[in-house]
């Protein structure tokens, strides 16, 4: 990756453990989401830790937007309840939004606007106050974004790039999570290779990561865990360093079918 600054190396409390042994960053309980006669979640109990990227397989319509969408507060849950860095979103919502940061699958930036300028405004709205440019600068191209692109206008950005000041707001917000939905579509494998580098990188950091995805390779080449969901349930999870790829597309495939 070019440009790239140094990230803090994570401390001792930072490690990564096992989910059972750590704290909850990011927690459903018997969490459902009814539309009408269609119930998009049902009954799910899911929990990130601290130094984990979980990653959320499933065909379309299988709850995973869904699911992002509960915790950041975007839709009230029919039942049950989700809770970010032990906050119960429904009852603090802004304290818990505070502590959380989103990339969609298209970055919502403002795309009048310069990479830097961008990251200043979604600091500040976070809490972070005034940063200095020079920092943000350095927040940026530890992201991966070029120098010379951080003050070029966001409309002149791939979508890697964009990608890129998405994960500079997290760093920049010191989220405890991050939050992704489908964030390696369109990009070609060199994006997609640099993004999955910066995931690690915020998992080094102590941050949680919860991502939709529908591709098998990355979540098995970036996952620490893995769960799989059909028509709203969650119908297994697994840890990647228990499984092979051809073993987490066998898997999956079988619940597909079921």
């Known amino acids: 990756m070019s440009e790239v600054v140094t990230i803090d190396a994570p401390s001792a409390s930072a490690s990564p453990s096992s989910a059972g042994a750590s704290p909850s960053v990011l927690e459903a309980r018997a969490l459902s989401k009814r539309y009408?006669?269609?119930e998009a979640v049902s009954n799910l109990d899911l929990r990130v830790g601290p130094s984990e990227i979980y990653c959320l397989l499933g065909p379309n319509g299988a709850g995973k937007t869904t699911t992002i969408h509960l915790f950041l507060g975007f839709l009230e849950p029919t039942a049950g309840s989700v809770h970010v860095t032990g906050l119960d979103v429904a009852a603090e919502p802004l304290e818990s939004k505070r502590r959380l940061a989103y990339i969609p699958e298209q970055v919502m930036l403002y795309r009048n606007l310069s990479g830097l300028e961008n990251l200043e405004y979604f600091a500040a709205l976070g809490g972070r106050g005034s940063l200095a440019p020079e920092h943000l600068t350095d927040v940026l191209a530890g992201a991966g974004l070029p120098r010379d692109a951080v003050r070029r206008r966001v409309s002149e950005y791939s979508k890697g790039m964009r990608q890129k000041v998405g994960v500079a707001i997290a760093i920049a917000k010191e989220a405890d999570a991050l939050?992704?939905?489908?964030?390696?579509?369109?990009?070609?494998?060199?994006?997609?290779?640099?993004?999955?580098e910066l995931l690690g990188r915020l998992r080094d950091r102590g941050v949680a990561v919860l991502m939709a995805t529908h591709d098998l390779f990355r979540a098995k080449e970036t996952g620490t865990r893995v769960g799989i969901m059909r028509h709203g349930r969650l119908v297994t999870e697994m840890s990647t360093d228990e499984i092979g790829h051809a073993d987490l597309e066998r898997i999956y495939l079988e619940h597909m079918h079921e």
Request: hydrophobic letters at 30%; glycine letters at 10%.
């Open 179 to 196: 939050l992704l939905d489908e964030p390696t579509s369109g990009l070609d494998p060199q994006a997609s290779n640099e993004f999955s």
């Open 36 to 38: 009408g006669d269609v």
